[in-house]
């Protein structure tokens, strides 16, 4: 458990870090453009790397020392923000960049994401499986808090370079962090040469999960309901930004505030989940926690007024780290570490072309379909237009409302599934036993 702590202090750090540079590339694209569509490509961007990685991931994840992918992941993170540094202190920076720069990032850092998944079921014991998770929702929960406030604040006074060094700073701290540790390995790690397998095992690898997945038809029951969500989810996270920032008339401290109150009550959730541990039924508790967040992102788009934004981010910063943890726990418990990398990379590799597609969409349709659609005048404006207005961002907020309600409907609907239902009684966790550490 120290050496998971150290290294979740590293990977907080360069979270941080992170969030701070997307928070202020978002700032920048927008005043450049004024559009959704930029912003939500380069969120597109991010993502569909990983679905190239997640093909190959999963079974070099399997064979190679987590400690050394770990620092791979962070390194390249670095050099691409030293690349975004000299480009723009050198006025070269355009558009085109950030999107090649995140597409490296995201190739790297699904590597990275599956070997430090596994971690957490070979360091903590089983029972706290839920706790470990929601602690990786700590992180997320205390870099949304700091990583807006923090970045706005240096965007305003020193600039979006000041931003870019500091997030140079937090890498260096989570490669010491990595460094100075030892990583515990699965037996499958340990026990295989470390090489990529011939094409023809390399190809049977590569099918495993899906193989693994049809086998066990309540995994892959929990995972299509958690495909749907996630859809419908990111295709709202792609206009989150512009939508707040047209809204409030182009003020970057309120969307810094509202992604900050997000951040306090994802970062209150994870220390209840982490101090509480959860209940036995957690399949539920992922529906029920998907519906309340939904119904928090519903609200943020009904109603136009800041301090209704900031109530509703910190209520869906709250309940999102719910189903996360939850959903996570049921995968760790009922996978075996020793193939853990590959049925896990089969899951990413659904997740990013479910999460590309969504966020490819989210931007253009909100500017062609939904904003044109809530211009003053059209018939939908005159139905629709005394609850979402009919100025800047109004298209974006139905856009967010209806599909926040269907997601919504799709948690009612889960409890009526046998299938999931049932999940804990047809699947028995499994039991872990021997596991050696290597260097």
């Known amino acids: 458990m120290i050496t998971f702590f ?35 490509l380069l969120l597109f961007f991010s993502q569909t790397p990983k679905i190239i990685a997640a093909l190959f991931a999963g079974v070099i994840v399997d064979r190679f020392d987590r400690k050394h992918l770990l620092l791979i992941g962070d390194a390249v993170a670095g050099l691409s923000t030293i690349v975004i540094l000299l480009l723009f202190l050198t006025n070269n920076l355009q558009i085109w960049h950030l999107y090649l720069t995140s597409a490296i990032n995201g190739l790297f850092s699904q590597i990275q994401t599956l070997a430090f998944l596994p971690l957490i079921s070979l360091m903590v014991p089983k029972k706290h499986y839920t706790r470990a998770s929601a602690m990786n929702g700590v992180q997320e929960g205390i870099a949304y808090t700091i990583a807006p406030m923090s970045a706005g604040f240096i965007y305003a006074y020193i600039g979006f370079s ?12 989570a490669i010491g962090t990595i460094i100075g540790v030892t990583i515990p390995q699965s037996s499958g790690v340990v026990n295989k040469t470390k090489k990529l397998p011939n094409w023809e095992t390399f190809l049977t690898e590569l099918t495993f999960g899906f193989n693994y997945l049809k086998q066990r038809p309540s995994l892959l029951a929990i995972l299509c309901v958690f495909l749907a969500h996630l859809f419908i989810l990111n295709i709202n996270v792609a206009i989150l930004s512009p939508m707040v920032l047209a809204r409030s008339g182009t003020q970057e401290e309120i969307l810094g505030t509202v992604m900050m109150t997000f951040g306090i009550g994802n970062m209150l959730s994870a220390v209840f989940m982490t101090v509480w541990g959860g209940t036995k039924n957690r399949v539920n508790n992922v529906l029920l926690g998907r519906g309340l967040q939904l119904s928090s992102l519903m609200m943020l788009g009904l109603f136009p007024y800041p301090i209704v934004w900031m109530i509703s981010a910190f209520s869906g910063g709250f309940f999102a780290l719910f189903p996360g943890s939850y959903y996570q726990s049921i995968w760790l418990s009922k996978v075996e570490t020793s193939v853990q990398g590959k049925v896990f990379a089969t899951r990413s590799l659904l997740n990013q072309i479910v999460l590309t597609l969504a966020l490819v969409i989210g931007g253009p349709m909100a500017d062609y379909i939904f904003e044109p659609a809530m211009k003053q005048g059209t018939i939908l404006a005159n139905l629709l237009g005394g609850i979402f207005g009919t100025g800047n961002g109004a298209g974006m907020a139905l856009q967010c409302a209806l599909l926040s309600a269907i997601g919504m409907l799709l948690c009612l609907l889960g409890y009526r599934l046998p299938l999931l239902q049932n999940l804990e009684k047809n699947l028995p966790d499994c039991d872990y036993n021997s596991l050696e550490k290597v260097p």
């Open 162 to 173: 000041g931003v870019l060094v500091v997030d140079l700073i937090t890498f260096i701290i």
């Open 6 to 40: 150290i290294i979740w202090l590293g990977q907080l750090a360069s979270l941080i870090g992170s969030e701070m540079t997307n928070f202020a590339v978002t700032i920048w694209a927008w005043e450049i453009t004024e559009q959704a569509t930029p912003l939500s």
